[in-house]
């Protein structure tokens, strides 16, 4: 029994003592494997050092202390780490390693961006924690030339080695120095970052509870300060692939739309600016953001910022704009909302219903803002097939240096967007008490001939009051007109195959005036009309015929006011001064209809017109042959009764 005993002590000792030798084994080997990526960074040039590492086998857990990392050349970038703690550490294959989880503490890294924008960021993160990580055995060189795009590729890259099953940051804290007496610095602070599945590159989740900012927007002589807080900031499916790519100029070909975003959402977002300035927007989202990569170049845009921070001369504004432009091409959302709104001002609180922007259509709802005069209101403000990148591009086109724009630049704004509309408009009229109110304003316009539109289409419904101060508009007041009520529907189209120009319908309606209609026709009109070039416009209108002319008016109190307004300057009765008016027309008529019995009939309906109130006339001109449009509207003006000869008259009245 004794003999066991002293056996079984002896096999103890043994075996601790082979345990504690292994043990020893594999820190060592730890440690070199540490020491081994250190060296790495030190043959690059930078600087590496640590403090103490050990390695517990039973738990695998791997520990280093005081890290310490300095980039070549100095004071470039720099990351200070009191703890990493690895737990369940293992080495599937040479080149990677995983763990079960990562604990590091007290982070410190300090970034000076050298070109361009001269930049300091200084991050502090007291602790970070990822479960089911998995990495590369050996870290990348990280770049040396002190680019802001080339940092970002870098972080981008090193996302692409990495997984892991969630990443928990509590806090983050950054301080960005823009240098003495220039806006962009200041004070940034994270809270309550989680990501969750990280895959090489991909993320599924990253949430952040809460952004908050100061930003100096100092101006020399005018310092000031922007503050902020953002909450709720969610990303969905994020992939790095795209945007590494078109970081790369060397690399970026790709001329197909890759996503980079699935869905962003912000919960509210606040603002303040000049004292008395706030800003607050209730939930934003994105949907499906994409990116080119040949297109989508940031680094070509930086390289064309002046160095010395000097004002770009006009030839590199147009080169940044253009660059800008071909941005805007490469970038891609397929749907963005912005909630409501509320901005406060020393003049008075706006409000904004929400932006919406799809990828037809910009819009506005909800406006309510104060103005000197009151307060506006607007339903709803669209722009149609809006292009930021034809914007940039027509904004390049007008920078000429010396010489005015073109009127085929200035057309060019018919590129940016295919038409506006406004609708429920309520807005103070000058210094009145009055309102304007706009049901609808819609203009479109598209099939373009270099720049010129070749079809348009306007819409107006608005009620305005009468102007005493416009001598025009004097008659109306006098006859107790205060406002007037437009109805204006206008479309014009061109078509190339046949030739054909149509003015159909072209409606005014004067609600409690008139309701006029006209719709028009020109046949063999020719491509070389849509020009800017009076010369060939001239020479190609030569060929236009003029097509059927149909002209109709309805009466709804202008006859009366017409009347009215001659019994006052007459000094007659309304009777009489509709009597009077009637055979002046007829007079007028008579020396026409000698040459033309047609215009005998359009006289005897326009005087009927008159005579009694409430009706419609209606007038027909169908020409008799070809008429060129030159031609009649010289003799229009030098011959009116040969230009109406050329037309069968058809001229009706009635109830």
Known sequence: MKRILIGL???????????????????????????????????????????????????????????????????????KVAKV????????VETRFTANGIEVSGVEVAFTATDRAKLKANYKIPRISAQDFSGPTRAAAAPLSGSIIDMYRFMLAQYATVSAASIAVPTVTVNVDAGTGNAGGGDYVYSGLSIQNVDRGKIETAKTDRITYAIDLA???????????????????????????????????????????????????????????????????LDDIAIRPSKFRPAEIIA??????????????????????????????????????????????????????????IALEGLDMPLPQGQLKMERFALKSFSAANLMRWA?????????????????????LEGAEIKGVVAPYKTTRQFVTIDTLSLNWGQLVGSIPSKVNLVVKMVTPTDPSNPAQRPLIMAGVDKLAINLDLGAAWTESSGAFALAPATLDLGN??????????????????????????????KIETGAIELSLRDSGAVDLVVAQ?????????DAARSAIVEMIRAQG????ASNLDVRAAVNALAGFVATSGQTLTIKLTPRAKVPLMQFMQLSQSDPESALAQFRIEATTGL
């Open 513 to 542: 005036l008139a309701r006029a209609q006209a719709r028009f026709a020109l046949a063999n009109v020719p491509r070389g009309v849509f020009t800017t070039d009076p010369v060939q416009a001239m020479s190609d209108a030569g």
């Open 304 to 361: 064309l910022v002046p160095a010395d921070g000097s004002i770009p001369t006009p030839a590199q504004s147009r080169d940044m704009m253009e660059k800008v432009a071909d941005f805007f091409e490469g970038f891609q959302i397929g749907k963005v909302e912005i909630g409501k709104q509320k901005v406060d001002t020393p003049q008075g609180t706006g409000r904004l219903s929400a932006v919406k922007y799809d990828r037809d259509t």
């Open 85 to 92: 703690t690895a737990v369940g550490v293992r080495q599937p």
């Open 9 to 79: 002590i002896a096999l103890l000792v043994l075996g601790a003592g082979g345990w504690f030798g292994f043990n020893v084994y594999v820190q060592h080997r730890a440690t070199s494997e540490v020491e081994a990526t250190f060296e790495q960074i030190r043959a690059g040039g930078g600087q590496a050092s640590h403090g103490k590492i050990t390695f517990e086998l039973a738990t695998r857990t791997l520990t280093i202390e005081d890290i310490n990392v300095e980039s070549a050349p100095p004071q470039l970038a720099s990351v």
């Open 219 to 285: 101006q020399p002589g005018k310092p000031a300060k922007m503050t902020g807080e953002l909450s709720g900031l969610a990303a969905y499916d994020f992939d790095a692939t795209a945007v590494r790519a078109s970081l790369d100029q060397k690399e970026s070909s790709d001329d197909s739309f890759h996503k980079v975003y699935r869905h962003i959402s912000v919960n509210s977002y606040v603002v303040t600016t000049a004292p008395g300035v706030r800003v607050q927007i209730d939930g934003i989202s």
């Open 590 to 593: 008579e020396k026409l209809a």
């Open 396 to 416: 390049a086109s007008l920078r000429t240096p010396g010489q005015p724009p073109s009127p085929d630049q200035m057309l060019g704004l018919f590129r940016v």
């Open 566 to 574: 001659f019994s006052r300057m007459q000094n007659v009765s309304r």
